[in-house]
DNA sequence: AACCAGGACGTGA
DNA sequence: TCACGTCATGGT
């Protein structure tokens, strides 16, 4: 077994199922405050739009509680919707996103990604090939290649691999990658040695992040990974 | 009370 | 291309 397959393993027997991406249930109705929850397997359109909008509230944030609160406050609005969004006013979308962090920007974004979906419905990209869609998204504005890979990934189920800087952190302290390595080399450097299941690079990176939060965090990095004593 | 979080963009060299 | 400033809230 190849060695990004093993730490992979480790991980996952160190702190279990993560269950990325978390989404509101369903069954939520319209007034109550219902947080996203993890480990939901099938979702619907309206979820798969809640978890586009989650992946740009996040950049650069922590999802609890900034985000979380931001995704609450959208859906008691009736906000998780592309008419929706493209319908209310700029104002008014900023202040429901307001505890994610950079509000003006991040409304702006959303507009942008409801309009690109109004042209490119989440029907539409999923039938699309992978790297056409990732293209696309790529050109909107605010979506850059972490957000775009993590929408394509848990929004659309497709078979990709997100870097974030965690994941450098973390492999570059391990001597696997470069410190500078380019995204879309680490990225390739796990797609050509990870079996393309989407359900393991959904959990991978949310392993990832997990790891990194204990113990790459705060400096000196990797203080006591356990995985250099496992490859010491 | 600084520092950091599941980044991306605009600018100037 | 690339380094650097900017965007902003909430927890530690």
Known sequence: MNLL?????ILLKEYGFQGWWPVTPVN??????TAPIYGIATKNDKQRLEII??????????????VERAIIELNRLNLIGI???????????????KSSGYFNQKAKKLKNVAEFLKKYPIKKLRKMDLWESRKLLL????????????????????????????TRRIFANLGVIKP??????VQK???????HNHRIFKEYHALIVEHAKRHYSKKPYGKNDLLLKAFA
């Not at 929706?84 to 996103?97: F, S």
Request: aromatic share 12%.
């Open 180 to 185: 500078e390595a380019a995204y879309d080399e």
């Open 53 to 66: 909008f989650g992946a740009v509230l996040t950049q650069n944030t922590q999802w609890k509680p900034n």
């Open 83 to 97: 008419n929706q969004i493209l319908k209310v006013k700029h104002e008014i979308l900023a202040q429901a996103i």
């Open 189 to 195: 450097l796990f797609m050509d040695n990870l079996e």
């Open 5 to 9: 397959k093993r730490i992979y393993s």
């Open 28 to 33: 939520y109705c319209s007034g109550s405050e």
């Open 139 to 166: 050109n909107i504005n605010g979506i850059g290649p972490e957000t775009a890979d993590s929408i394509l990934l848990y929004a659309l189920d497709k078979q990709i691999f997100v870097i974030d800087a965690y």
